[in-house]
Each structure stands twice: as structure tokens, then as C-alpha cells.
């Protein structure tokens, strides 16, 4: 046992914490590794902690995680790119681990040290690495080495190409699923190193094997393959190899995989191009949004506008606008709010006639669902509704739904139409919001849901924000005030909280001549409840008003209130009695 | 021996049913001594070998789960046993011993629903291995754990920078001793402001390293077994958890409770998605609740179930996401005439298994085994009596309430032979190859055969079609065994496992665990 010198103790003690038998204690030496590596120097690093490390591999697996992430940023820590390769082994080994985040994470970090390794490095260290990994006797290990194909690939030789190549197609037909799934999320990233002349014949093959797999969720990864590799054939094979694929697959038996080409559908659009996206993928896409399972309708009616973007107008009023019309009365609510969240995106497609004769209805239906949601995500898509249907027909039409949905029995569902209300109001105009939703914006301040009248004292503040304070003075103030004498104490408190939010928009001179009097009025409160709230919003007003205001009317009410029976009230009294203290002070 | 072994049969043409096996004792574990009183926690409640029968896992009533290893071939691969067996007329039989055991589950206590949660293990499956490293999903009624079993180095650590016994004297009254005791020293603790403002990164070394400073040594090489729970799956069942079973994906499984069955991504411990549900919206109009399910052992979109009316349902998961409408429906039409009080309820399906092959399914009922094609849905390829002699007893065991018992049935490896279990500790194997008359009655003890009735049986008139082979054997046991005693009620042998590989069975009486070969 040697002794440390007394400066040294920390770091000693972080050295000696990598064995400790407490994993906080382990985890933190190993997150501050980079301190052990520069207080042993370069050369120790590398000779003495890596070979260690690479031992330590039984470790918990937060441990391991931890040390997957460090290793992957430590090349400046063993003496630059040169001496990259010693990285590898400790990591070599936290790719065979079983606990898939842990792997996942080497391979990442293996990625990174790749990528900055000298090429003729990479072929001494790194690709026996990947082949090794590629021929280990567990899963585990195969699973790690198909994400490492693109980082070793580039740098090899003819040979070693044609070797990884065929090594790769061997782990696209492994026996265990698991490497067969990591080789189809990877074939992208590793085909996109690879030269055109090998892509069509050695990839396409692995891809077409990783098609037809029996288990369902290989095939719905290859799904994705098809975008990326579309991407990178030429156009003709892509029609030739791709389009087929993609056909098939919006057939699949699987309703999982036939869910993925929905869910991807714009991004294979993108990889086969215009041309061939009319003539087969319209007709596949129709069939995904009749779809007998529910799940890939939701996934395909979500993307209706997206794909109506890339298509003609005919097209799309011939081909999608029918099926549109079907989803918006489907059996399943969750296919209706999905197909109105995007709906309105159709109308500058379709264009002005089209919409107003075809879509419009459809949108009104919508808007009459029985499911709330569905109507909120209308109303969420207020802007781009009232660019389609002008001003008058919307306000026949949204008035209702809106006044039902404000008084709807499910809170949450009263919440969501609150929050949408200022943006109704800057849409829709003064006019039309003084007639109409005025009232509810003062009914919601006597809800019985507590967070209902929170929001809406948040809401008249974001409203005399939007109009301004003459419009809050004529159309708010009066309403809002009127209620301060409501029999339930937690009502006047929810205007004591309208008033603290209101004042700051309205500014001084109303503040002290309409707000004021009425929290001054409240501190005589017989409930204790309202008179601490009136200590805090009289706290909030300090800074808004005159010093002079300050003293005259705050300061005695506030003394008064200090002297209250109730410990609450005094205390927030004492608080707000403090502040005006501090505020003096510091004027 | 002869053509004994599995793996000989299978590979002969089908020139005619293989010879019955004669079975032999193999080992015990747990065994009881005469007079000793079973304790309730150590009655073994699920038996699961592994897929290549190296292992074999037991949970019993106390939570416990309990791993065996296989002995008698650890070190050799298949070429060096065909030597062997050319080299020793007698083929070995496997041979387990005792690996390591672990708590799997604790008593809970639902405080919602006021409601007891036994810790007893209902169901044990073996996941996928990796890096030598055991992964098993352990269920009780409620709550379904993921549990991985791994060799771990013993570490010894001799040489330290910091004199553990004077950091000691620094503040921690922890004994001198550095690796075993939980917190060997205290340093961090007792100094944190201090070893941490220092350890900036902006903190400078020299070039070189400081060389006093050293990395800890690992000495020890013993290596300990340690259980560690990786996920616990909760809160999803409503009801009891009745089965559990694994995707051949390697990435999903479900769990079955009365009335749902839920899909789980190994990985993923807080969701699940419910793929059946038979829950009526009135309880009710509830006639008939799920009682086992399995995944199909190759394809991953198949899975069976089985109902409380002695009905098999496989559904398709490619079909829809939520899977209430069966692909297909296995059950037997009842002879008409021969309905009793007691139909129903004799009907109801404990357990179901797939072979190996996927092709047929193995259900038990209270009476009969009865195997099934998957492509025959009009009625089943073979009836097995099991305890016919019952018959006539049925009202005393719905009194005592033993014809609710649940009998687990299994398969051998090559699917040419079907076991389960029955009262008095025993169990019984039949033969389901074509013309086989196969049907064993053992007893778990050390003498198997003590009580084997031997009766010609022969196979009844056919029911159905000619292509049908459907037999009715087994009959053969009166209500009293060879000793001229009624049978005993209360030792049933309730859960038993075939090795996947070989001729060799593992049953559960009681807490004692029984292994025989043939």
C-alpha cells in the first residue's frame, strides 16, 4: 500500500473508487475518467487504465454504459488519432453485452473512434474488430457488428470489400432474429458506402432476402430500407427494384408492416419519384386508407396532406378526396382526429372550388363529431380554416361547436378550447369576439374546475394583451369586477388572481383607479384564504404602481393585514410589507 | 435402451411406432423424509427447462426460484458424445445438480383493491441466452420480472492508493477489512466538498503522469452466481397471470390473465398492449374466461388460447391490433345425451403447449389430454384418458373442490410422446405416434414403476373420417391402484416438464422434485 501525497488524495481516491463495492461511488469515477487519464499521463493511460478497463468488463451495467460513453470521446486522452486503436479492445468487449443499451452505446462510441482513425489503421485494428465481432459465438456480438460495417467498409481494400459484403449478407440471413433486425436498420447506412455497381447486385439481394424474413418485424424494418436505399440507387432501378417492394409491402399480411409503409409513405414517395408515385403508389395508398385495421388508417390518414402536396390536383380530387370523405365518417374516433388534425392542409391543393364544393363539408362534419377531439384538432388549425372558408361561413359553423365545446362536461376538453381562445379572438376580430365568446370568457371564471378558472384569468390577460387596454377597460374590467362581491370564497379569489395577471397589461393610472379599490376592499374579507391572496397580489402591485400610491394606500392596508389573527395572513403581510422594504432600499 | 433415446427415433423412417420406453429413476431433489410435514412455501408451484435442457428452473409457492444445471455433458459438444456412446453401451441420461436459487417474488399487499398478492411463482420462462449469462421472465399473480443470472468475478482488491485502515480512522467505524465489508471507506463521504472542488477539469497535470499514483489490483478469480432483476413488468393485469410466453422474435411476450392478454417488448417495462380482450361489458354475461396461452414455437404472428369452455383459439397477430376475433377455433362437440352438471366445468382446458414443431398443440382438461392438428380444426388427432376411473367421483371432487385442480401437460422433443399428471403423484405418458398403444402410469417416487398397472389397451372405435386417427385409450385404471387403496387427493401432481432433447421428464411432488429417463 503506497501513500499519496496530500494534494493528490482526490484523485487517488477517484483511482481507488473504480473498485469500490458502492456503484454510485464506481459511476462517478468512471464519469470522471478523463481526470484519471491526465493524472496518470498518456503513456500510463494507455499501457495501464485501458488494459484495465478492458478487464472491468463484469461491471453493473450502469457502469458500463457510463464507461461505453467515455471511451468514446477519449482519443485525446491516450496521445491522439495515432494511438486510437488501443480504444478499441475495452469497447470490443462492451459490444457483446447483453443489455442492449449498453451495446448500443459502444457501437456508437466505436462509430466516433472510426471515424477519426487513420485509414491504415482501421484496416489493421478496426475491421478485424467488425469481423470478429461478426463471427461471435452470441448474438449479442453479431447484433453490435452490423452497425459498424460503414465505418470499416471505406477504408478497405477490393478484397476486404467483397469479404464484408458477403459477411454482411450472411447476417442478413442469421438465425436469430435479432441480428437479422440489426442488419436490416443498418443496410442504409451501410449501403450508402458502398460503390453503385455492388449496390445493385450484392445489397439489393440482401435486401430482397430481408423482405420476404418470416418474422414480421424484420420485414417491417426493411420497410425503412426502402426509402434509404431508394435514395441512393438511380431512378430507373429504384422503379425497378424499390417500387415493387414498396407495392408488395402495402399488401403485407402484416397489418405492423403495412402500418410502417403508411407511417413512411412521404419519404418513399420522395425515393421513387413523381412519375412512378402516381401511377403505383396512389393506388397503394388508397388501399392503406381503407384499410381494414384501424392502426394503419390513423397512420395513413395523418399523412393525407403530405401526399396530396406531391400530387395534382386531379389526381388527388379523383383518387384521395373519395377516401377522405369515407375516413371522415370511420368507425374509429382516433382515424377521425387524425384525419382532422391535417385536413385543412388540403385546401390550397385542392384550390378554391374544389375545397368550398368538396372539402368544406367534410370539414363541417368534422366539426359537428361526437368525439371532442376530433373538433379541437379542427379548431387547433383555426388560421388555415379561415384562409379556405372566409369569415362568415366559419362563424355560422364554428360558433356552435366552439360554444358546445366550452361547455363540454370533460374539463380537459373546456381547457383545451380556453387555450385556443386568443388566437380565436386575433383571428376572428373584435367584432365577432365581442358578440360571441365574450360571455363564456366570463362564465369559465366560475367554473367549478380550479384549473378552468385559472386558465381563464390567464386568458382575459392574454386577451387585453392582444386588444389592448382600452378594449379591456370597456369589455373585461367591468365583467371582471362585477364579480367581486360572488358569495363563494374560492370565486373572488379566482378575481383576486384576474386582477394580479390584469394589472401589469393595464398599467399604472387603471391599476390604482379601478384594481386597487377593489383588492382593498377584499383585504376586509371574512375568509383568511382571500386575505393572504390580497397580501400577495398587493405584493405583485408594488412595482406597478407609484411609490407614493405605495405608501398611501398599500403600506396601512398591509399593516393592517400584519396584524391579523390568522398566521397565514400575517405572514404573507410580513412578506409583502418586506418587499416594500427592499424596493425603498434599493430606489 | 434400446431405441430408447430421442433423438434414434425421430430418425428412423415410420415404419411403426416406436417401442414404449421404459422408465427409470434419475434423481430427487427436495426429497421428503417419512412423517416430515411439507412446508406450504416450499411446494413447487412451475418447472421450465430451458431450450436446449442444459437448465431447469423451479418456482415454488415462497417466490423462490431455484436453477439446476445439467452435469453429466458439460464438457463435451456433439462429436465427442457419439464417441462416447459407441465407447459405453448405456447412453447417459441427463443428469442435473443444483446451480443456484434466488427470491423472485415477495407478498404484496394492493392497497387500492384491499387485496392480498401471494408471492407464489405461477409461471417461469427461459429467454434467450447471451454471453453465458441466464435470462428468465418469472410471474406471480400480478407482476412478471425479468431476471438475469451471471457468473460474477469475486473481487479481492489488493493494492489501493489510499491506506483503507487510516481512512478509516478518519471518521467511518467500518471494519479494516477492504473488500468485504459494504463500505470499505468513507472517503468521499467525509471529505466531499473537498475531493470534488479540486477535481475541476481545469485542474492541471504534468505531461507525464504523476507516477505515485496507481490503478487498484484485481486479484481474485472466483467467480460467484448472481440473480439480478432487470425489469419488472407491473401493473397491466387486472386479473391473475395464468401464463406467460415468449415470441420466437426474441423481443416479445406476452402474459395472459383471465381475461386479457397483453404484448410486451422485453425491453420496454411500462407498456404493453392488450391483443385480447374477452372482458364483456356487463361481468355478468361472462360465460367463459382464458385459462392458458403460448406463442406458436416458430412463427412469430401465431398464438394459441385456451378457454374455461374447452376451446383452443389461435390467433393471427398480422391480422389486426387487437386480436378478439379468433383465425381459428379448436374444440370437440359434445356427444349429445352425455351432458351433465359437471360438463362444463370438467371441459375447462388447465394447459396448453405447442410441439416443437408448431405443427400440433397438446391441451389438458380435467378428464383427458386430447392433441390437436393446427390445419384440423374439426375435432382433435388423439383423446388420452387420463383419470377415467374419476368418473364416477366427480360430485366428491367438486365438494372438495379438486376437480378445479390444474393439470400442466408437455410434450417430449420429438412429439412422439404427451405427459401429464394425475392424484396419488402420479403421472402418465402416452404415445401419439400413429399406432402406438403407449400409455404409462408412474408414480413420483424412487420406484417409478411401483404402481403400473400393465392393461393391453387398444385403440377405440374411430369417430370421425378414416384420415383421423383418433384414439380413446387409457381407460384401463380402476378407482383403486395396485395396492387396492383409493386414490389420495391431496398429492396431485400438478406441474411437470419434458426435456426438450432427450427421453427425460422432471415432475413436481409437492416440494420434491422428481427426474426420470428412459
Known amino acids: 500500500m503506497s501513500m499519496v501525497d496530500e494534494p493528490l488524495y482526490p484523485i487517488a481516491v477517484l483511482i481507488d473508487e473504480l473498485k469500490n463495492d458502492d456503484i454510485q461511488l464506481r459511476l462517478n469515477s468512471i464519469r470522471r475518467l478523463n481526470t484519471i487519464a491526465r493524472a496518470l499521463g498518456e503513456e500510463r493511460t494507455r499501457k495501464e487504465l485501458i488494459p484495465f478497463l478492458s478487464e472491468n468488463n463484469d461491471d453493473d451495467d450502469e457502469v458500463l454504459l457510463a464507461m461505453a460513453e467515455e471511451l468514446g470521446v477519449f482519443i485525446p486522452y491516450v496521445g491522439g488519432v495515432e494511438y486510437a486503436s488501443v480504444l478499441l479492445p475495452p469497447l470490443e468487449t462492451l459490444c457483446t453485452v447483453e443489455e442492449t443499451c449498453v451495446r448500443d452505446k459502444a457501437v456508437e462510441s466505436l462509430c466516433r473512434i472510426g471515424s477519426q482513425m487513420r485509414e491504415n489503421d482501421l484496416v489493421d485494428w478496426f475491421i478485424p474488430l467488425v469481423k470478429r465481432l461478426a463471427a461471435g459465438e452470441w448474438f449479442t456480438a453479431r447484433v453490435s457488428a452490423c452497425g459498424l460495417f460503414h465505418i470499416a467498409y471505406p477504408s478497405a481494400s477490393e478484397m476486404l470489400k467483397t469479404e464484408l459484403r458477403s459477411i454482411y449478407s450472411q447476417l442478413c440471413q442469421d438465425d436469430m432474429p435479432m441480428v437479422r433486425r440489426a442488419a436490416a436498420t443498418n443496410l442504409g447506412k451501410f449501403a450508402a458506402t458502398v460503390e453503385p455497381p455492388n449496390l445493385k447486385a450484392d445489397i439489393m439481394s440482401m435486401f430482397e432476402d430481408l423482405t420476404q424474413d418470416d418474422q414480421d418485424s424484420v420485414r417491417l424494418l426493411a420497410v425503412e430500407g426502402c426509402a434509404a436505399l431508394g435514395k441512393l440507387l438511380e431512378s430507373q432501378d429504384c422503379v425497378a427494384h424499390i417500387l415493387p417492394v414498396i407495392v408488395n409491402f402495402s399488401q403485407d399480411k402484416s397489418w405492423r408492416v403495412r402500418y410502417m409503409v403508411a407511417n413512411q409513405l412521404y419519404e418513399l414517395c420522395e425515393a421513387v419519384g413523381p412519375e412512378p408515385t402516381r401511377t403505383d403508389l396512389v393506388p397503394a395508398y388508397v388501399r392503406l386508407l381503407r384499410d381494414n385495421e384501424a392502426e394503419v388508417r390513423i397512420a395513413a390518414a395523418g399523412k393525407v396532406t403530405k401526399f396530396c402536396r406531391i400530387l395534382n390536383p386531379e389526381l388527388a380530387i379523383q383518387h384521395i378526396l373519395p377516401c377522405v370523405k369515407e375516413l371522415s365518417s370511420d368507425s374509429s374516433q382516433h382515424v377521425r382526429s387524425a384525419l382532422a388534425s391535417v385536413i385543412m392542409g388540403m385546401a390550397p391543393v385542392l384550390g378554391k372550388d374544389a375545397t368550398i364544393e368538396q372539402l368544406l363539408p367534410i370539414f363541417l362534419s368534422l366539426l359537428k363529431d361526437e368525439f371532442p377531439d376530433v373538433r379541437l384538432n379542427i379548431i387547433s388549425k383555426l388560421d388555415q380554416v379561415n384562409q379556405v372558408i372566409g369569415i362568415d361561413l366559419l362563424s355560422q359553423s364554428l360558433l356552435p361547436a366552439i360554444v358546445e365545446l366550452a361547455e363540454d362536461r370533460h374539463w380537459r376538453v373546456r381547457l383545451a378550447i380556453i387555450e385556443y381562445i386568443p388566437l380565436l379572438a386575433s383571428q376572428l376580430g373584435v367584432g365577432f369576439f365581442d358578440d360571441k365568446l365574450g360571455a363564456l370568457c366570463m362564465q369559465w371564471l366560475q367554473d367549478k374546475v380550479y384549473s378552468i378558472r385559472d386558465a381563464a384569468a390567464n386568458n382575459l390577460k392574454r386577451l387585453a394583451e392582444e386588444f389592448g387596454p382600452e378594449w379591456a377597460m370597456q369589455h373585461i374590467i367591468p365583467q371582471v369586477l362585477d364579480m367581486t362581491n360572488n358569495p363563494h370564497y374560492l370565486y373572488r379569489m379566482t378575481i383576486l388572481r384576474a386582477i394580479s395577471l390584469l394589472a401589469p397589461v393595464m398599467g399604472s393610472e387603471i391599476t390604482c383607479s379601478k384594481l386597487l379599490p377593489v383588492v382593498i376592499t377584499a383585504s376586509k374579507d371574512r375568509v383568511p384564504n382571500i386575505k393572504f391572496n390580497v397580501a400577495k397580489v398587493l405584493q405583485s402591485l408594488i412595482h406597478i404602481v407609484d411609490q407614493s400610491v405605495v405608501e398611501k394606500t398599500i403600506r396601512p392596508c398591509l399593516v393592517e393585514l400584519a396584524e391579523d389573527p390568522d398566521v397565514d395572513v400575517r405572514y404573507y403581510a410580513n412578506q409583502a410589507l418586506q418587499s416594500i422594504d427592499s424596493v425603498m432600499m434599493s430606489s | ?518
Open chain 2, 1 to 518: 435402451m434400446n431405441g430408447g433415446d430421442g433423438g434414434e427415433v425421430t430418425a428412423a423412417p415410420p415404419a411403426g411406432p416406436p417401442p414404449p420406453l421404459e422408465w427409470k429413476f434419475s434423481q430427487v431433489f427436495g426429497e421428503r423424509t417419512a412423517g416430515e410435514e411439507v412446508q406450504e412455501v416450499d411446494i413447487i408451484s412451475a418447472i421450465e427447462f430451458d431450450k436446449t435442457g442444459d437448465h431447469l428452473a423451479t418456482g415454488d409457492r415462497g417466490g423462490r426460484v431455484v436453477l439446476f444445471e445439467r452435469t453429466d455433458m458439460k464438457e463435451h459438444g456433439g462429436s465427442r458424445r457419439d464417441i462416447e456412446r459407441m465407447d459405453y453401451p448405456v447412453s447417459r441420461h441427463p443428469e442435473f445438480r443444483y446451480k443456484t436459487e434466488f427470491q423472485s417474488h415477495e407478498p404484496e399487499f394492493d392497497y387500492l383493491k384491499s387485496l392480498e398478492i401471494e408471492e407464489k411463482i405461477n409461471k417461469i420462462r427461459w429467454c434467450q441466452t447471451a454471453n453465458g449469462a441466464l435470462f428468465l421472465l418469472s410471474t406471480n399473480d400480478k407482476t412478471i420480472k425479468f431476471w438475469k443470472v451471471q457468473e460474477k468475478k469475486v473481487k479481492k482488491i489488493s493494492e489501493m492508493n489510499i491506506d483503507p485502515s487510516k481512512v478509516v480512522g478518519n471518521g467511518s467505524a467500518s471494519s479494516s477489512t477492504v473488500s468485504s465489508s459494504p463500505k470499505p471507506y468513507l472517503a468521499n463521504g467525509a471529505y466531499p466538498d473537498r475531493s470534488y472542488s479540486c477535481l475541476n477539469n481545469d485542474m492541471t497535470f504534468p505531461p507525464g503522469g504523476i507516477p505515485s499514483l496507481r490503478l487498484p489490483v484485481v486479484t481474485s478469480t472466483e467467480t460467484s452466481l448472481v440473480a439480478r432483476c432487470r425489469r419488472v413488468y407491473a401493473h397491466a393485469h387486472d386479473y391473475h397471470i395464468n401464463s406467460i410466453s415468449n415470441n420466437s422474435d426474441g423481443e416479445t411476450f406476452i402474459s395472459a390473465d383471465d381475461l386479457r392478454i397483453n404484448l410486451w417488448n422485453l425491453e420496454i417495462s411500462n407498456q404493453s398492449f392488450n391483443i385480447v380482450d374477452v372482458k364483456p361489458a356487463n361481468m355478468e354475461d361472462l360465460t367463459e374466461v382464458i385459462t392458458s396461452a403460448e406463442f406458436h414455437p416458430t412463427h412469430c404472428n401465431m398464438l394459441a388460447y385456451s378457454s374455461s369452455k374447452g376451446s383452443i383459439r389461435l390467433i393471427d397477430l398480422r391480422q389486426s391490433a387487437l386480436c378478439d376475433s379468433h383465425s381459428k377455433l379448436f374444440e370437440e362437440q359434445e356427444a349429445p345425451g352425455s351432458r351433465s352438471f359437471f360438463t362444463e366445468i370438467i371441459a375447462s382446458i388447465s394447459d396448453i403447449k405447442f410441439a416443437k414443431d408448431g405443427r400440433y398443440i397438446l391441451s389438458r382438461d380435467y378428464m383427458t389430454l386430447k392433441l390437436w392438428d393446427i390445419n384440423m380444426d374439426s375435432g382433435p388427432v388423439a383423446t388420452f384418458q387420463v383419470h377415467e376411473y374419476l368418473r364416477p367421483k366427480l360430485c366428491d371432487l367438486y365438494e372438495n373442490d379438486s376437480i378445479f385442480d390444474k393439470f400442466e401437460c408437455c410434450l417430449s422433443g420429438d412429439g412422439l410422446r404427451v405427459a401429464t399428471g394425475s392424484y396419488s403423484n402420479l403421472f402418465r405418458v402416452f404415445g401419439c405416434a400413429t399406432g402406438s398403444t403407449e400409455a404409462a402410469t408412474l408414480e413420483a417416487s424412487k420406484n417409478p414403476m411401483r404402481r403400473q398397472v400393465q392393461t393391453p389397451t387398444r385403440p377405440s372405435r374411430s369417430l370421425s373420417s378414416s384420415i383421423t386417427r383418433v384414439v380413446r385409450r387409457g381407460a384401463e385404471s380402476p378407482g383403486v391402484d395396485a395396492n387396492g387403496n383409493s386414490f389420495d387427493f391431496t398429492t396431485k401432481l400438478l406441474h411437470l416438464a419434458w426435456h426438450p432433447v432427450e427421453n427425460s421428464i422432471a415432475c413436481a411432488a409437492a416440494n420434491s422434485l422428481y427426474m426420470y429417463y428412459a
